[in-house]
């Protein structure tokens, strides 16, 4: 675990955290996905479009973790000290070049471990967030290799019978923010 001063944290990171979630620590983001990966702080971003479908991203395969995965908008990791919404903001234009508006965290709680198909582990506090976009997405290739726009109830109907299909951190999160989904669209 890196001490590092904040006035000398590397501009690529992720706040290391204890059982508790409080923050101990930086380390470089390259060196932290392993086998054995330190809880870290994280989050996920659910996108709806204007016409309120769902936006889905298939990883692309250079990722570390879950290549070629079908997965929520995008995830990423907060810097020391950088509100959670600035990041997600960040995250967005950097993955997929969209602006967000009505970002709220509608699962601050979330949790997760989980292993991929290489052993490399997820361990992290990943606090999930809902955002509109009136923009059409312009995916990055070394972040996002498909996208799609799907219907809400297809979307649920498709993890619900093959959870496998995506990646275990939006199988477990989707479940769980439907409803807030489904109010935010007024339905």
């Not at 944290?9 to 060196?31: I, M, S, Y």
């Not at 692309?60 to 600035?86: I, Q, S, Y």
Request: with cysteine; aromatic share 6%; charged share 25%.
């Amino acid at each position: 675990m890196d001490q590092t001063p904040p006035e000398q944290t590397p501009a690529d990171h992720v706040v290391l955290l204890d059982e508790n979630g409080a923050p101990q620590g930086v380390a470089p983001r390259a060196t932290v996905h392993t086998p054995d990966t330190p809880l870290h702080l994280a989050f996920s971003c659910w996108v709806l479009g204007p016409d309120g479908r769902v936006l889905v991203t298939r990883r692309a395969l250079t990722k570390r973790t879950w290549p070629g995965v079908w997965t929520n908008a995008f995830c990423g990791h907060p810097r020391l000290d950088e509100p959670m919404t600035a990041a997600v903001e960040r995250h967005a234009r950097h993955e997929l070049d969209l602006e967000l508006s009505e970002i709220a965290c509608v699962l601050p709680d979330f949790r997760y471990r989980a292993i991929d198909a290489s052993g490399i582990v997820e361990n992290e506090i990943c606090p999930v967030h809902l955002a509109r976009t009136q923009e059409t997405p312009r995916p990055r290739a070394d972040e996002v290799m498909d996208l799609r726009w799907v219907e809400l109830a297809a979307l649920t109907s498709a993890v619900a019978a093959a959870p496998w299909l995506v990646s275990p951190w939006a199988a477990e999160q989707l479940p769980q923010i439907r409803a807030t989904i489904e109010q935010r669209l007024g339905r």
